[in-house]
């Protein structure tokens, strides 16, 4: 039995947070709660913004405790479903990546992965591109 095509990638650019945000919003309407997001994007890009916006659209009402785990890599929020926000940007190898036990948080509530190309390449999820542009400028690929 073959799986059913995935959808073509959707490409947006936003000018704005507040732009980024209302799309990660948007997306995170249909989720219910398994998912797994998967960010890419240069330091800076904004990929905690959209972890922002993500939570967001899942209901948690004050998203200003949403930060970027770069420390602790991993940040845990309550909405609808629970968040739980890893940063591997301070991970150097392979062994580091696998002792977190990602694993362990799939299908308990909405993965959200930053500098998820450190990750091996067998999870899979909705893999999210962000790339600067000029004047502030998101292009912003998602990929289901």
Known sequence: MSRPPRPAPRETTTASEEETIRLARDLAKSFN????????GELGAGKTV?????????????????????YTLLNI???KFAIYHFDL??????SEVRDLGLEDFLENGV????????????????????KVGKAGRRTIRVER
């Open 33 to 40: 709660g398994r998912e797994v997001v998967l960010l890419t």
């Open 50 to 70: 959209f972890v922002k916006g993500l939570a967001a659209g899942l209901g948690m009402k004050d998203t200003r405790s949403v930060c970027s785990p770069s």
């Open 77 to 79: 929020y309550q909405a």
């Open 89 to 94: 940007y301070r991970l150097s190898r392979t």
């Open 111 to 130: 993965v959200v992965v930053e500098w998820a190309e450190k990750l091996p390449p067998d999870i899979q999820g909705i893999r999210v591109t962000i």
